[in-house]
């Protein structure tokens, strides 16, 4: 069950996704660190699960899912904004209004699952506890996950990095530092913000074999979101840049993203 302050984020996520910010152009048009991500994250699904039954959960307004759908994987969606069911719908995606914690659909259905939002939305981790158990639940054994994270050394930048440092460490700066709090100066409504050994660690204690951790966006990444449009040259010198750094320790958490990639184990 929800504590009051997930209360709180859920209600904001209400009124983010449906009134305040465009979900649809984020992985699109929004900047140019949005296609890096969109790219490097289809990667890495197809990489790992190049086909199957695929459950999008928290899968937004349908962008991966209706890239997925068209390359021939059976994708169905579930989100908690209806705007978003909306626009996948439109998309022809099989959409549905729901909660990554209480999924509508019987065991064993999928053969990969997509968690690429929920687990920063989600403040205590008795409830990521819940969202990673539904996603093993559907998934057959053998089964793929792939689970996004924000990374909170990337968080701490934003709150801290163009301004002058403070005689001490600003309750909120250290919150987030030590614990993934996120500031309350972030509009974003952000429950939790993870290390990649964090992550890590929440996925396999969820009962996952985790094959890796990696970063998405790589060191570039913000670059691309700051300068919004990025010539070719500069947009594949991040795509080289991100893909070489993907997997090293301290250097994935310089990503915006972090991607846990897991199986539900074979057998018990």
Same mark, same amino acid.
């Given at each position: 069950?929800?504590?009051?302050? %997930?209360?709180?984020?859920?209600?904001?996520? *209400?009124?983010?996704?449906? =009134?305040?910010?465009?979900?649809?152009?984020?992985?699109?048009?929004?900047?140019? *660190? &949005?296609?890096?991500?969109?790219?490097?994250?289809?990667?890495?699904?197809?990489?790992?699960?190049?086909?199957?039954? +695929?459950?999008?959960?928290?899968?937004?307004? /349908?962008? $991966? #899912?209706?890239?997925?759908?068209?390359? &021939?994987?059976?994708?169905?969606?579930?989100?908690?904004?209806?705007?978003?069911?909306?626009?996948?719908? #439109?998309?022809?995606?099989?959409?549905?209004? /729901?909660?990554?914690?209480?999924?509508?659909?019987?065991?064993?259905?999928?053969?990969?699952?997509?968690?690429?939002?929920?687990?920063?939305?989600?403040?205590?981790?008795?409830?990521?506890? +819940?969202?990673?158990?539904? @996603?093993?639940?559907?998934?057959?054994?053998?089964?793929?996950?792939?689970?996004?994270?924000?990374?909170?050394?990337?968080?701490?930048?934003? +709150?801290?990095?163009? %301004?002058?440092?403070?005689?001490?460490?600003?309750?909120?700066? #250290?919150?987030?530092?030590?614990?993934?709090?996120?500031?309350?100066?972030?509009?974003?409504?952000?429950? $939790?913000?993870?290390? @990649?050994?964090?992550? $890590?660690?929440?996925?396999?204690?969820?009962?996952?074999?985790?094959?890796?951790?990696? &970063?998405?966006?790589?060191?570039?990444?913000?670059?691309?979101?700051?300068?919004? =449009?990025?010539?070719?040259?500069?947009?594949?010198?991040?795509? +080289?840049?991100?893909?070489?750094?993907? @997997?090293?320790?301290?250097?994935?958490?310089?990503?915006?993203?972090?991607?846990?990639?897991?199986?539900?184990?074979?057998?018990?």
């Amino acid at each position: 069950m929800a504590t009051s302050d %997930q209360d709180d984020i859920d209600a904001r996520i *209400q009124v983010y996704y449906a =009134d305040t910010f465009d979900e649809n152009a984020r992985l699109t048009t929004r900047s140019a *660190q &949005g296609p890096l991500e969109f790219q490097r994250t289809q990667e890495l699904i197809r990489g790992k699960a190049p086909a199957g039954r +695929v459950i999008d959960i928290g899968g937004g307004s /349908g962008i $991966h #899912a209706t890239a997925l759908r068209d390359d &021939g994987y059976d994708v169905v969606l579930v989100d908690p904004v209806q705007r978003h069911v909306d626009t996948a719908s #439109a998309a022809g995606i099989d959409a549905h209004l /729901g909660d990554a914690r209480a999924l509508p659909f019987a065991s064993e259905e999928f053969d990969i699952a997509l968690l690429l939002g929920p687990l920063y939305h989600l403040s205590p981790v008795a409830d990521r506890r +819940v969202a990673l158990a539904e @996603a093993l639940r559907v998934l057959k054994p053998g089964g793929v996950l792939l689970t996004a994270a924000l990374s909170r050394y990337v968080a701490f930048g934003s +709150v801290s990095l163009t %301004q002058s440092p403070p005689p001490s460490l600003p309750d909120d700066w #250290a919150a987030l530092l030590v614990d993934g709090t996120p500031s309350p100066r972030l509009r974003f409504p952000a429950g $939790h913000l993870h290390t @990649a050994e964090e992550l $890590h660690d929440e996925v396999a204690n969820a009962g996952f074999e985790v094959d890796d951790v990696v &970063g998405v966006e790589g060191p570039a990444g913000l670059f691309l979101e700051v300068i919004g =449009d990025a010539g070719e040259d500069v947009r594949h010198a991040a795509l +080289v840049l991100a893909r070489a750094a993907s @997997a090293t320790p301290g250097i994935r958490d310089q990503s915006a993203h972090l991607i846990a990639i897991a199986r539900r184990p074979i057998s018990a």
